[in-house]
């Protein structure tokens, strides 16, 4: 069954995709980037309302009027809270325990505080969320800074006599059981992901991951695959692979200005072979381990060091986390390495202009839920095949591991083997990788994501136990 036009869909996601801006007296917002804008901007043909905090505070009602309206435009609705509990929320527990935990970071410190900001903003999403969803609504929820609002929310929609789907996305890895337990919340926030009745994770390993943590921690049944029975309800547990929209750039590779400015790009490294790499300024985007390695890699081959060029777009990120600060400070260049570093956001138009002059993409996170900039590069290269150079622990390395060339991002000795591989490759090996990444980024684009995450959702509307997943 289509969910097209058949059922409202709620999407509900910590940050709207909206920036809003006081201007002259009113309010204006416009879309921005990233990960999870990428992956659902694909479903075009889905009617949502998308719920989330708008990222500015704002206290008077008049006020909150007017941000309202100057989202609807959007089909956004504002979830609003005050800075601190935002902040507490988002850079405290979220980013500073949560998100390094679920990437496989040590020496994270638990603090009760930013925990308690966590819950209260998952309460005040829920409350906001159920009363706003009618019976019958699909409900979908991304990513880690909401995983207890499944739970919330099904608690205030069932005293609302309200039924919904509620599905739910994690954008991120879930992390070897044993990991997950060093998380003194480990049992609250997997208690509050099985009120979902759909999960889905990235790839194959995370969801084993997350469904032995489930039988092992809370002694939920998990005999039969892909299904979880907890506390007298079946949960579906899927992998779906998230993507993006390919054909948006190859639209827009054929506009006249990206045809000159490739041009322009092409004359400036005329002669040399050209890496590419994007990556939000993140730990585990593995920005020190990739000049190390690219500073291996000139070392091993110094016949090379006029020859090849770095371009690394690092998209400033979470600036108000200490440890993202830090990171900025600890990645200065070192003199004389041929490497073009931009610390800023580039516009799409010029991220589609790099990504299409050059010869191999390098990718070197440490852990990556998927990493979508993977599957952009190749969208981008019909012309030249280039070359995708990607870290075994990125997510989309259990997909592309035969159409790239894997490395272990930790082993400098390693990815600089694996550059010189990748600028080396006879070309019938190069245009059958990169065949075999065309069609796989082709076939998972983002829209195929939304379309079968929803139709599994929609097929769980009032089924509490009875069906099979
Ligand atoms: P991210 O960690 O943000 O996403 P990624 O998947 O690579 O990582 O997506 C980044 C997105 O931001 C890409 O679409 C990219 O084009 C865009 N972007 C990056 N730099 C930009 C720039 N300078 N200007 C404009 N846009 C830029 C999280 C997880 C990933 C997971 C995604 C989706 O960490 O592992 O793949 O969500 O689930």
Known sequence: MSVDEQRRLIVVSNRLPVSVKRVD??????ISSG???TALSGLKSTKFQWFGWPGIEVKDTADREQVSQSLEEHSACPIFLNSDLAHEHYNGFSNRILWPILHYQSGVTFDDGPWQAYRRVNELFADQIANAADSGNLIWIHDYHLMLLPGLLRSRLEQQGKSCAIGFSLHT????????RALPVRKQLIDGLLASDLIGFHTDEYKQNFIDTCSNLLGAHTEIPNQIQYKNRLVCIGKFIVGIDPQKFTDTLKA??????IKTLEERYKGMTVIVGVDRLDHIKGLTQKLKGFDSFLDDHPELRNKVVLIQVAVPSREDVKEYQELETELTTPDGTPLLYMHRSVPFNELAALYAIADACLLTSTRDG?????FEYVACQEKRNGVLILSEFAGAASFMREG???FHPANKTEMS???FKALNLDPAERKRKFEQLREFVHKYT???WGQTFLEKLNARVGDKATRNC
């Open 25 to 30: 007296g009113g309010y204006q917002s416009s």
């Open 35 to 37: 990960g999870l804008v």
């Open 173 to 180: 890895p879930f992390p070897a059981g044993d990991f997950w």
């Open 256 to 261: 006249p200005e990206v045809v000159e400015r």
């Open 370 to 374: 998927m990493n979508l900039v993977s």
């Open 404 to 406: 790239s060339i894997c």
């Open 417 to 419: 083997e694996a550059i």
């Open 446 to 448: 983002s829209s195929q």
